[in-house]
């Protein structure tokens, strides 16, 4: 299984459309067994799920994402946790732990310490990156809801 996390020195980077490294984690029988650091050579937003999907990722770690990326990767069958702060090294130990702390509802507006204050998308299905309803906003574009 690989891991990505959104990062800047050594930290969980809050905006996955503005990333410009990923660190890739490769994990085996619940281990880290290898992790890089991979610059994103300035893909943002939805393009960055096929970034992520080129490299063979299943799960995202991030902080605030917008709809549109959420929706490009659940399509790319990435697994989102959103809304994660701290140590990037750390979120992935209490992930494979089953102790990670994440919101679904973190959107791309989720800047330093809140979570999941701001803008959020309301709706049924918040679970991994698929079935998100964005409710009284534009669906037809590719901002969803968060701009």
């Given at each position: 299984m690989k891991i990505a996390v959104t990062y800047e020195d050594g930290q969980v980077f809050q905006h996955f459309g503005h990333?410009?490294?990923?660190?890739?984690?490769?994990v085996q029988d619940g281990k880290i067994t290898e992790s890089r650091v991979v610059s994103t050579d300035g893909t943002g937003?939805?393009?960055l799920a096929g970034f992520l999907q080129e490299r063979g990722v299943q799960a995202l770690i991030c902080g605030g994402i917008g709809f549109g990326a959420r929706e490009a990767l659940g399509e790319a069958g990435i697994e989102i946790y959103?809304?994660?702060?701290?140590?990037?090294?750390?979120?992935?130990?209490?992930?494979l732990g089953g102790s990670l702390s994440y919101?679904?509802?973190?959107t791309c507006d989720h800047h330093g310490e809140?979570?999941?204050?701001?803008?959020?998308?309301?709706?049924?299905g918040h679970g991994h990156g698929e079935g998100h309803h964005c409710h009284g906003h534009d669906q037809g574009g590719s901002h969803g809801c968060c701009h």
């Open positions: 990333t410009e490294n990923m660190k890739i984690y490769d937003h939805g393009a959103a809304g994660v702060s701290g140590e990037a090294d750390a979120a992935v130990e209490a992930l919101s679904q509802d973190a809140g979570h999941g204050d701001g803008h959020h998308c309301h709706g049924e």
